[in-house]
């Protein structure tokens, strides 16, 4: 016998289990559904980006910073230390509970939200008199029924033709968070987040890591001042980049994987390494959601068609995250499951594609939120730019970690803050700040004029907001 739901959730992802919660509190009869297993087959609710994704990846990111400054930084403060290794094992297993602790918290907060919890794989059964049939395929198979669904399926690694993942030599975002040692030598193919984080654990553990990148640029989407300042961080800590490279093959064997190629000059060149890293991006995840029986429209890549609030073809259906257009962000996921839940309860949902921070949590961190100066630049927009270097900062000194900079971009005219990058220690929190100023259409003057605690890497965000205007007070 079916159960019946006002709104059913297909992925418990960032996205699905924060759109649960919030239909959940707007009073709907909630369920939501969710097909990740945890090693012994359990719930593991809270998507890539809590299994094989953000939150395993910043667990191994702090660990491997922890042993980076054991090894090379702790002597500056005083502090002996002999014999350092890794616990690789341990490392893990650390990242594990770390993942757990995610996973049984979303299951808590469904039991506190009173959102039915289905572990297994949702699916469209059939779409029946104004509603619609969701077959839930687990331990036991059930149908859910619901006016309202929202599909929240994320999405899944892009292989590279004629380099399937296998996990174990060639990795995906998965795999490359279970190395089990550390290797001697490790590519990563794309320097975007994913390959630049996880080539950053591993060299920092010991590995001998080249990032091979076919753009021609060092992350192109990033501010170019700040991406240059990044590629002159990354350079320095030894991590390999090239860049402008063609992939010719890439052969897998037991001694490990050869990438042979081209490189920016086009000259022919190989590459062995024990492990090789592919990320090349991320492709929506419609795999078994049987859309076709319910005649659920995918655009051109295959993602489930939206219009701007996240309404399909179908009435009563929505999409959100990374199954949909728009960056494959968590926090944009968060995001749009809230403004969609609103929406449902006839309220006004919002969500500003504009103010959506992004970060890189490699070391420095890289942040931003806006447009970018080439962006403004093509646009033909005046603009004027401010940039204050965290040398010049009293806390970034007493860390030990002074690399990067803060930059401000504003409006020639109205000084109306158009966009803030920053590379360098704590750009993921600092960020913040931005994302409320711009949110409220704050001018750079603004940021100038607002008390900020001394000393504290806050303050490079005020100085360089002076810096638009010309004067700053510590560079």
């Not at 170019?224 to 090239?242: D, P």
């Not at 969500?351 to 970060?359: A, R």
């Not at 890497?457 to 005020?462: C, N, Q, R, V």
């Amino acid at each position: 016998m079916s159960k019946q739901f006002d709104v059913v959730v297909i992925g418990g992802g960032p996205g699905g289990y924060i759109a649960a919660i919030r239909a959940a509190q707007l009073g709907f009869n909630v369920a939501c559904i969710d097909d990740w297993k945890n090693a012994k087959g359990g719930p593991a609710p809270g998507g890539t980006c809590t299994n094989v994704g953000c939150i395993p990846s910043k667990a191994l990111l702090q660990s491997s910073e922890h042993f980076e400054h054991a090894g090379h930084h702790f002597a500056d403060h005083g502090i002996g230390l002999k014999d350092l290794s890794i616990d690789v094992a341990k490392m893990l297993g650390r990242k594990d509970t770390v993942v757990k602790q995610n996973n049984d918290g979303i299951l808590y907060l469904f039991k506190k939200n009173k959102v039915s919890f289905f572990h297994g794989r949702g699916s469209f059964a059939a779409a029946k008199e104004g509603a619609y049939e969701i077959k839930v395929a687990g331990a036991a198979e059930e149908t859910l029924v619901a006016k309202q669904v929202i599909v929240a399926t994320g999405s899944n690694p892009r292989a590279l033709p004629g380099a399937a993942f296998d996990e174990e030599n060639i990795l995906s975002n998965d795999g490359a968070l279970r190395i089990p040692a550390v290797p001697k030598t490790l590519g990563v193919i794309g320097s975007g987040v994913i390959g630049l984080e996880m080539g950053s654990v591993w060299r920092r553990l010991g590995a001998d890591v080249t990032v091979l990148e076919a753009l021609p640029t060092f992350l192109g989407a990033v501010d170019e001042q700040i991406a240059k300042e990044a590629h002159k961080a990354f350079t320095k800590q030894g991590l390999k980049i090239e860049l402008g490279i063609k992939i010719a093959e890439v052969k897998n064997a037991k001694g490990g994987v050869t990438v042979s190629y081209a490189d920016a000059k086009g000259e022919a060149k190989t590459l062995t390494v024990d492990k090789l890293i592919v990320s090349i991006g991320r492709v929506p995840n419609t795999n078994g959601l049987n859309a076709e029986a319910v005649g659920l429209k995918l655009d051109e890549r295959g993602a489930i068609a939206v219009d701007d609030e996240c309404k399909t073809n179908l009435p009563g259906v929505w999409a959100i995250g990374d199954v949909v257009r728009g960056p494959m962000l968590a926090h944009k996921a968060e995001e749009e499951g809230v403004a969609v839940a609103e929406r449902i309860a006839g309220q006004h949902g919002h969500v500003n594609f504009n103010t959506i921070p992004w970060v890189i949590y490699t070391s420095p961190e890289i942040a931003w939120v806006g447009q970018t100066e080439q962006q403004l630049k093509a646009a033909g927009r005046a603009y004027k730019a401010g940039t204050f270097p965290f040398m010049a900062n009293g806390r970034a000194r007493a860390l030990g970690d002074t690399t990067g900079m803060v930059k401000f971009l504003a409006d020639a005219k109205t000084d109306e803050i158009l966009g803030v990058h920053i590379v360098g220690p704590f750009a993921s929190e600092l960020i913040s700040e931005a994302v409320v100023a711009m949110e409220f259409k704050a001018s750079a003057e603004d940021i100038a004029r607002i008390c900020h605690a001394h000393p504290s890497l806050s303050e490079a965000t005020k100085e360089a907001a002076l810096a638009v205007d010309k004067r700053t007070l510590n560079f």
